[in-house]
């Protein structure tokens, strides 16, 4: 789950607006995600805590169910470039176990290798999306009806659609599955809830600590500790 | 056309471009949180006035643990 969020980037058309102007903070959306054979949705928040010159601060809100349920907030500082992928430059985690939140140190910030990161394909050139895409579509979402843009990118095994729209900006995404017959964790859906707007972001970055073995807990392991 | 006004508004949760929007108000994602309500039953604003009085009660206790050790300090 962690894996898969982390690497969740942008779709917009950034430039040409100021960063403010493209990613206003407060906004976002909220999203239901199936992992694999998982019976309860993730709920996932993700919305704008705020915007730098150069850079945009993103925070996820995850909660799941269960028998052992679990609220976990995530914001990255993410430098956005007029070409290329967008950088994730900062991160910090929080959960009600932790006293202040906690600073995510570099190798924790890689993600996962292997399969499709969302950074592969979410640029914020929308040129470079063009040879995945399948066609604009017309799709039906928790959050009502929203004409959406449908790609495809495989890699590896994996194979991921995913739907963007303009009415669902800042974030775009709308609709997403992921497969894959050879690693389980690549097997998940997300779909739209709703749009939200004036969104307090729970993380401030300037509260932050360094990374505790508790909090490690809640992390997924980055590849040099495995 | 009121019928039709009082429709619109109680629609108001459709942003303009159609898709269901929820405004926090200026809350962090927690207040407003699904299960939070759904556990104890009560509706997300109740849920908000429940969490402010925590947060009141943990600032007096805080107050009180600050006086107690001055206190024990002038002692």
Partial sequence: ?226 | MKFFLALALIAGHASASGLKTVDLKGETTETQSPTASEKSGLTPEQNKELMKKVEDIKAKQAKSAKILEEMEKDE
């Fill in chain 1, 1 to 226: 789950m962690n894996k898969f969020l982390f690497s969740l980037l942008f779709s917009s058309t950034v430039f040409g607006a100021s960063l403010s102007e493209s990613f206003p903070a407060g906004k976002g959306a909220n999203y239901s995600v199936k992992m694999g054979k998982d019976v309860e949705p993730v709920h996932l928040g993700l919305y704008i805590a705020g915007t730098r010159v150069d850079s945009v601060h993103v925070e996820y809100f995850m909660e799941t169910k269960g028998l052992l349920p679990v609220q976990m907030w995530q914001q990255f500082e993410i430098v956005v470039k007029e070409k290329g992928p967008a950088e994730i430059k900062k991160g910090f985690v929080f959960t009600k176990e932790m006293k202040k939140p906690e600073i995510m140190p570099d190798n924790f910030l890689k993600g996962a290798s292997g399969g499709i990161q969302m950074n592969d394909f979410l640029f914020a050139d929308k040129s470079a999306l063009e040879k995945y895409k399948i066609g604009v579509e017309t799709i039906e979402i928790a959050a009502g009806t929203t004409k959406a843009t449908h790609y495809r990118t495989t890699n590896n095994g994996q194979t991921v659609d995913y739907w963007i729209s303009d009415e669902a900006k800042p974030m775009g995404l709308v609709m997403l599955t992921s497969k894959s017959d050879k690693v389980e964790s690549q097997n998940y859906s997300l779909e739209m809830k709703s749009l939200i707007q004036n969104v307090k972001p729970r993380i401030l970055p300037e509260n932050a600590g360094p990374l505790t073995e508790q909090g490690k807990k809640f992390l997924a392991k980055p590849e040099s500790m495995r």
